[in-house]
């Protein structure tokens, strides 16, 4: 009976992990970004900029992508098809995608550990991590402005950043 019972589980584990790789190998998602930078706002949040290099850089002016509400960078990166972030890097632009705190990899945790209670609102986004990514990006690449291309809430916090200290880096 026991022996029954180890072996019906054995197969039942079996099926299970062949499923798993099964499905792992048909929706497997390739990165396009070559890393992902780690900036520190001034209120110590951790916020994720994930870096797309042109292989040939047609254009000096660098690309932000900021996503929308509820979102985070996969806005602009689907997979190879389907991907803004690809698109602009193979016309020459050198493009970033950022994760706004509380989505993707943005936060106030390490790595790994469940980050609770980091509570935010709009006007963070727009004093705090537009401002870290924007300075980031341009002491990154060295130049003096960048552009920003941002889906729903990422282009309101575009129109915020136009009013602030940021302005001119746009």
Not at 118 to 140: C, P, S
Request: glycine share 12%; with cysteine.
């Amino acid at each position: 009976m026991i022996l029954k019972l180890i072996l019906v589980s054995l197969a039942v584990f079996g099926v299970y992990a062949w499923l798993g790789g099964f499905w792992r190998r048909r929706f497997a998602f390739e990165p396009g970004y070559e890393a992902i930078h780690l900036v520190r706002t001034r209120d110590d949040w951790r916020i994720a900029l994930y870096h797309y290099p042109a292989a040939s850089q047609r254009y000096e002016t660098p690309i932000l992508l900021c996503h929308g509400l509820g979102a985070n960078r996969f806005n602009f990166d689907l997979g190879p098809d389907v991907s803004l972030a690809r698109y602009l890097q193979q016309e020459g632009f050198d493009v970033w995608s950022i994760d706004l705190r509380g989505r993707g990899s943005s936060g106030r945790c390490a790595r790994g550990e469940r980050c609770s209670g980091n509570t935010h609102v709009f006007d963070d986004y727009v004093r705090e991590d537009a401002g870290a990514a924007i300075r980031h990006v341009l002491g990154q690449t060295g130049a003096t402005q960048a552009h920003w291309i941002g889906h729903s809430m990422g282009g309101l916090v575009l129109y915020a950043v136009l009013q602030g200290e940021e302005a001119e880096s746009i």
